[in-house]
């Protein structure tokens, strides 16, 4: 009799892991990739080993920084006609983003380590976003 057997791992993961597969260039990549799909215009960004400061072109500053095992980000006026609410809603947004990316970032290096130990047959996203990975045997 044919038996199909199926395993499900969920994890939460600490931002100190987080943190540490994030560098300058993929944060300002995520920075980049967010404003564009908020409608948002990057005017400048500057980036360090852990840090990296936007100015948008509606008088917003976002701040993220990634150290001492932790991720931060922060956005505020550098007007004084900016909407605060828009604030909130712009950092709220980013904060989400981040959470998603660095998801799937940590995804992706999970799917790495099981192809250097497994088979791994095909991977594939499932409607919830989930990272669904088939491994033969």
């Known amino acids: 009799m044919p038996c199909n057997l199926t ?7 600490d931002n100190k892991v987080l943190a540490k597969m994030l560098n300058a260039q993929n944060v300002e990549q995520i920075i980049r990739q967010f404003a564009q799909a ?38 505020g006026a550098t007007t004084r006609n900016t909407d605060p609410e828009q604030v909130s809603k712009i950092a709220a947004g980013l904060k989400a983003y981040f959470a ?6 940590l995804q992706s290096q999970v799917v790495n380590a ?5 088979t ?3 991977t594939q ?11 033969g045997s």
């Not at 395993?7 to 993961?13: E, L």
């Not at 500057?46 to 932790?70: C, D, F, P």
């Open 38 to 75: 908020a409608n948002l215009v990057v005017d400048d960004v500057s980036a360090g080993t852990t840090y990296a400061y936007a100015y948008l072109k509606n008088g917003m500053q976002i701040e993220v920084n990634w150290r001492n095992g932790a991720i931060g980000i922060d956005v």
């Open 114 to 118: 099981l192809k250097q130990n497994f």
């Open 120 to 122: 791994v047959e095909q």
């Open 125 to 135: 996203r499932a409607a919830n976003g989930s990272l669904v990975v088939t491994i």
């Open 100 to 105: 998603q990316v660095t998801g799937l970032m």
């Open 7 to 13: 395993a499900r791992a969920d994890a939460r993961i």
